[in-house]
């Protein structure tokens, strides 16, 4: 009993610590940035907005509510969906490289904003091909999946999605050979290095409700995510359907991967490295490995969007900045982090 409290007190502290880490660079990116706007600032403009002050509207108000709580707010949500959706699949597939768009959702989706892109629809349709393609590409591996017999099941959706990210990778090459190269396939590419510097409000709230539609059915069966992670058998004999658990577990992590990306484009290594940082802060259990990768999730994109717009006169791409950092703290967590899956 009391080495449970001591953990749960523990949790709680860590968690605490991440949400006020978290809020902080939330005020750091909404005050930094070409123009300069202090803590006060930021304050009296949102006394403004809620009508508790009767000062006019200024320059800051604009620059605060037309750029950059759309894009802190979106920063938020994609980086923990994008955690939340990695520490699924690491845990359904008991694999540590295993990332959200390990069953072709971000090349579905980089596919069909792409076509968009190439069709010069305008960017609400583009951000609807893209997170349908992205669901499409999905449902289309778990059909294949479905109909391949003889084999590991995990096996077979794994492979699946290799084969369909790669013809949805073909694809995309083939629309970037056919795009007008001084227009669309700048913006093709660009599309697919990953921003927020487009953000608008309507774009937070068009993904917001898909992220918490699949974040519900994640948060009602982490418990089980403990007992899928120890194989189907063990699963099945503890009374869970490894099947029909993994369908829902899979399209709830689909939805938040796709509906993020079709905002932001594809930035990876979110899902692949944070939930591995989140298992070494508070070990495997699953229950208080989401909210913590949640939470790291949402501050290091708010840390590398603030690198993104602040690091040059022109913007770097997201992409970009999370390979450069990504890929060494994932080689050293490879190096040095093998016991947080046992």
């Known amino acids: 009993m009391g080495k449970g409290r001591s953990l749960t007190g523990r949790l709680a502290s860590k968690l605490s610590l991440l949400t006020g880490s978290v809020l902080l660079l939330a005020v750091l990116a909404l005050t930094t940035g070409p123009y300069q706007a202090s803590p006060g600032q930021l304050w009296e403009a949102l006394l403004r907005y809620a009508g508790l002050s009767a000062a006019l509207p200024s320059a800051v108000d604009t620059v605060l509510f037309s750029v950059r709580i759309p894009r802190v707010a979106a920063g938020l949500l994609t980086g923990a969906a994008l955690a939340a959706a990695g520490a699924v699949y690491q845990g359904l597939f008991r694999n ?23 069709l010069s629809l305008p960017v609400v349709a583009i951000q609807g091909l893209a997170f349908a393609t992205g669901l499409g590409t999905v449902a289309l591996v778990y059909l294949v999946a479905t109909a391949v017999r003889g084999h590991e099941p995990t096996l077979v959706l794994v492979l699946s999605g290799v084969v369909m990210g790669a013809l949805a990778g073909a694809c995309l090459s083939l629309l970037k050979i056919l795009a007008d190269p001084y227009d669309q396939l700048p913006a093709i590419t660009f599309w697919l290095l990953g921003s927020l510097a487009a953000i608008r409000p309507d774009d937070v709230w068009g993904a917001l409700p898909a992220v918490l539609i699949g974040l519900v059915p994640v948060l009602l069966l982490r418990w089980r995510m403990n007992v899928m992670s120890l194989g189907d058998e063990e699963a099945a004999a503890l009374g869970v359907n490894p099947r029909r658990q993994r369908l829902v577990l899979v399209m709830a992590a689909t939805l938040m991967t796709a509906a993020v990306v079709s905002i932001a484009g594809i930035v990876g290594w979110v899902g692949l490295v ?35 717009r602040n690091l040059t006169t022109t913007e770097t791409p997201l992409g970009v900045l999370t390979a450069f950092v990504g890929a060494p703290v994932f080689i050293w967590l490879l190096a040095t982090g093998r016991r947080a899956w046992s």
Do not use: K
Request: proline share 9%; hydrophobic share 60%; net charge negative.
């Open 274 to 308: 944070i939930p591995h940082i989140a298992r070494l802060a508070v070990g495997p259990d699953f229950i208080r490995l989401l909210p913590t990768a949640m939470l790291m999730g949402a501050g290091y994109m708010l840390l590398v969007d603030m690198i993104a």
């Open 96 to 118: 540590p490289l295993v990332s959200p768009d390990i069953l072709g959702v971000s090349a579905g989706a980089g596919l069909g904003a792409a076509l968009g892109i190439f």
